[in-house]
């Protein structure tokens, strides 16, 4: 039997694109923007430009009507040239507006959807509490439905784009003493600020042009029909969404992985030590090779993820399935692989992989979140060896 890794021509010319597009329009920012802690402004008016913004989502509602592959493709290649800037995107299609298509009522998607495939509005999720990390269930945020409006006090931490967000969709109890049971998923305009939110920007030692914010809610009013999916339901929409999320974002990861190959094969090339490259030297030479290794098996394990679940009808994921097991060890093969990689970057690079003029060191501080984000490491590692066992 022949087994065929190749992309077609068509997600070839995506990756393309992509790639062509960071390296004119963003690379030049970089350094800069890095520096100053700051967002690139008209990122995502100029990814919606190329059909990004909504590239899972179906062209009835401005989408391209893409699969998760086209997405972890899209994510790899930005992150080739900024890892933080692809979690951004990752972080508005696959955590905020997917989810929005896949759960929400048909007046909520022809209201929310356009906007924020075309540029207009960029989204966020909001799960993470102070106290409620890996144990996300036990979030303290609630809403309690009072006439026409949900009244919701609480907080939520480390949110992707929310500092520069229009769309918040989040996760809240609903029935405080049902547990994990009375979770529910609600969606709110955040721009302008509604009365009873605050956002304050987090200050980060990576993923520094991706804002990242401490949200704050007193009292503050979601209308009644904003409700995603069914009352008291959400956690099966908060952990459906993890595993798509899980595995695109896989993308993150990578493109750090391989953008430590190509800038540490170039530097190597360059550097002259002894009177020759020391890319002639046997250990930089096997640093590189074992770098190549991590990446494409890295690679296939996230490809084959998302081939997966783009044949699924039902791709929900969660407990008891093999897409939880699957989207769990892309990320946690290709976060642990991206960090390497940088390492071995770094070193390679010597003391000027230790300098700020040279991207290594900023794809290496953007890796580490890949560990932590989405699911730690040993959390993958639990759901990986719970599904495992549950084969048995």
């Known amino acids: 039997m022949a087994i065929s890794f190749e992309l077609s021509d068509e997600q070839k010319m995506l990756q393309d694109m992509v790639y062509k597009w960071a390296v004119n329009w963003l690379e030049p920012q970089m350094e800069h923007a890095d520096e100053e802690d700051h ?65 929400a009522n048909e007046v909520l998607k022809q209201k929310y959807l356009p906007p924020l495939c075309d540029g207009r509005a960029i989204g966020c999720l ?20 009072t006439g026409e409006n949900w009244i919701v006090n609480g907080n939520k931490i480390f949110i992707t784009n929310a500092p520069i967000g229009q769309v918040l969709l989040f996760y809240c109890k609903t029935a405080p003493e049902l547990g994990p049971k009375g979770i529910s998923a609600l969606v709110v305009d955040i721009d302008p600020k509604p009365e009873g939110y605050s956002c304050n920007k987090i200050r980060k030692f990576g993923m520094r042009t991706s804002p990242t914010g401490e949200l704050g809610f007193n009292d503050m009013k979601v209308p009644k029909d904003n409700l995603i999916g069914e009352l008291n339901k959400g956690v099966a929409i908060l952990t459906g969404g993890l595993t798509t999320e899980r595995i695109t974002l896989s993308g993150c990861a990578l493109g750090s992985a391989k953008a430590a190959i190509d800038l ?9 030590q002894f009177g020759k490259p020391i890319a002639e030297q046997g250990q930089i030479q096997a640093k ?35 897409l939880d097991m699957m989207a769990a060890a892309s990320l946690l093969y290709c976060g642990e692989i991206g960090t390497q990689n940088c390492l071995d970057g770094v070193q390679i690079h010597g003391g000027y992989g230790y300098c700020l003029e040279y991207p290594i060191q900023r794809h290496f501080r953007d890796s580490k979140l890949w560990e932590i984000g989405a699911g730690t490491s040993e959390v993958r590692r639990m759901i990986i060896a719970r599904e495992l066992l549950r084969k048995y």
């Open 39 to 103: 967002y690139p402004e008209g990122f995502f008016q100029e990814t919606a430009k190329l059909g990004l913004n909504g590239l899972c989502i179906p062209e009835e509602y401005g989408g391209a009507g893409q699969g998760y592959t086209e997405a972890l493709l899209t994510a790899l290649e930005l992150a080739r040239v900024s890892n933080a800037l692809a979690m951004s995107w990752g972080a508005h299609l696959v955590l905020c507006v997917d989810n929005i298509r896949r759960n």
């Open 126 to 145: 909001g799960i993470t509490e102070a106290n409620a990390g890996s144990d996300a269930m036990s979030m303290r945020t609630t809403a309690k439905l």
């Open 264 to 272: 540490s094969a170039k530097y190597a090339k360059e550097r002259i």
């Open 288 to 322: 590189l090779a074992n770098m190549y290794c991590r990446y494409e098996t890295g690679r296939l394990l996230a490809l084959s993820a998302a081939a997966y679940v783009d044949t699924l009808t039902d791709k929900r994921g969660g407990k008891g399935t093999d």
